[in-house]
């Protein structure tokens, strides 16, 4: 059982960046990539970044796409999330996971970053 736990929300201004952290308790073969999403109000769930263990490869929503930077620290087991450029529709809940492409297996339990105009 991977256990993530992420850190580093909070109540930022427009424009304004925040880095988060997500720290897994092990890197398994079942913990294949890590991945943010985001749950805003009264809105489903959304990828938002993924970032694979072994090489570093990443992916990214368009939404967020130069804005938006996730990286690993491999000696760490420590995925961050560095946005940059905050608008208020990035308000949400931010969601850590871990597992294989298209299947996530581990959730964490999200952190609030609140964006104010």
């Known amino acids: 059982q991977v256990q993530l736990v992420e850190t580093g929300g909070g109540l930022v201004q427009a424009g304004d960046s925040l880095r988060l952290s997500c720290a897994a308790s092990?890197?398994?073969?079942?913990?294949?990539?890590m991945g943010w999403f985001r749950r805003a109000p009264g809105k489903e769930r959304e990828f938002v970044a993924q970032?694979?263990?072994?090489?570093?490869?990443?992916n990214y929503a368009d939404i967020v796409k130069g804005r938006f930077t996730i990286s690993r620290d491999y000696a760490k087991n420590t995925v961050y999330l560095q946005m940059n450029s905050l608008k208020p529709e990035d308000t949400a809940v931010y969601y850590c996971?871990?597992?294989?492409?298209?299947?996530?297996?581990?959730w964490g339990q999200g952190t609030q970053v609140t964006v104010s105009s």
């Open positions: 996971a871990s597992g294989v492409p298209g299947d996530y297996k581990y």
């Open positions: 092990e890197r398994t073969g079942s913990s294949y990539v």
């Open positions: 970032i694979r263990w072994s090489d570093g490869r990443t």
